[in-house]
Nanobody, 123 residues
Framework: QVQLLESGGGLVQAGGSLRLSCVAS????????MGWFRQAPGEDRKFVAA????????YYAGVVKGRFTVSRDNDKDTMYLQMNNLKPDDTAVYYC????????????????WGQGTRVTVSS
């Protein structure tokens, strides 16, 4: 059974940094595109960042571009999200998600989700 397990969330002051991790198990990690979504209270889940299976193509939502960096280590079955210069608007539950395809497309076709890790940014 495929499992995605996020970690690294927490409470941080505005301007600070956090690094989220997502460890995958249950299938070959290197064959699938991976991404991060987030859901703030009262809002829909939204795309944050994604990386293709090879790790050489990355994609970002406009609101995080230049501040967040997504990466993956296929040898460790792990994806990361380095978040710098955090803002209160970044407060949300962050979810790790896999796509059943190797590349990233405009429409995400998720096959597995993690349980989420909470990020709270204080002003």
């Amino acid at each position: 059974q495929v499992q995605l397990l996020e970690s690294g969330g927490g409470l941080v002051q505005a301007g600070g940094s956090l690094r989220l991790s997502c460890v995958a198990s249950g299938r070959s990690f290197s064959g699938y595109a991976m991404g991060w979504f987030r859901q703030a209270p009262g809002e829909d889940r939204k795309f944050v960042a994604a990386v293709n299976s090879a790790g050489d193509k990355t994609y970002y939502a406009g609101v995080v571009k230049g501040r967040f960096t997504v990466s993956r280590d296929n040898d460790k079955d792990t994806m990361y999200l380095q978040m710098n210069n955090l803002k209160p608007d970044d407060t949300a539950v962050y979810y790790c998600v896999s796509d059943h395809r190797a590349e990233v497309y405009s429409t995400w076709e998720a096959d597995y989700w993690g349980q989420g890790t909470r990020v709270t940014v204080s002003s």
